[in-house]
């Protein structure tokens, strides 16, 4: 059981690492891509946190992003394997597009968890453990402290601009 | 505890979170601060969908779900920000 959730803890590392890094590549901390998310941006910021990072975490709620598409990726390959994130990765484009999401965040990383999963369950991993990693992975950025979260996305942020 | 899978451990921590970010969404007074703990609770909901029905339709069901949530929590934040703008 250990074993488990030991394996759970280092999918949720390597997912965090994963989303982080394509929504940071993809400018999701630069502006809010619709009115709301800016709204949610400014009013973390009310809150204490730092700006740039809670327009990343109103991007977030506002349109599924990499943390979704990694999300989905790993239900796709958990469900039916290769075939089954890249049909994830269509719903993110999907999506996005429902959401007015003028970006491709989402589906890069859906297809590029789809692939990263994949691999993992060829070492030993079981792709469920992506599903409940990702999960806590998410967890640390939107659903612990908004100020925290939106401080390190800042910092990671000013490190690409 | 003997005998409980890896799914089933997986279930259990993505219960738990989805618990835990329903009583954040709860307990928070600001409605646009409400928005990311409810995003962590369509993310484990939508996980709970996929763990609980192994089906390449369960698959559609989570990214419904995920993506309906995702607009509606778009649309009650924009509603708050004065509705659309140029940028929509």
Known sequence: MLDVIARILAASLVSWLLFITIDVLFKLPEKGGVSGATA?????????????GGYMMGNIVCSPDASAGTLLAACGVYIAGIPGGLAAALLVYLGNRICHDPGYAGTTGAILATFVVFG?????????EFIAGMVLAILTIQGLSHTGASRLLATLWGWRA | MAGITGEEIALIIVVLVGLFAALRVAVENNTLRKLPYLNVLSFAIAAAIALLIRHPLALL???????????????????FAGGSTEDD
Do not use: K, P, W, Y
């Open chain 2, 61 to 79: 069901a989570a990214a419904a779900f995920f993506v309906g949530s995702t607009l509606e929590s778009n649309a009650i934040a924009s509603t």
């Open chain 1, 40 to 52: 949610i941006g400014r009013s973390i910021e009310e809150e204490g946190g730092a700006l740039h």
């Open chain 1, 120 to 128: 993992f369950t060829q070492v030993g991993f079981g792709a469920e």
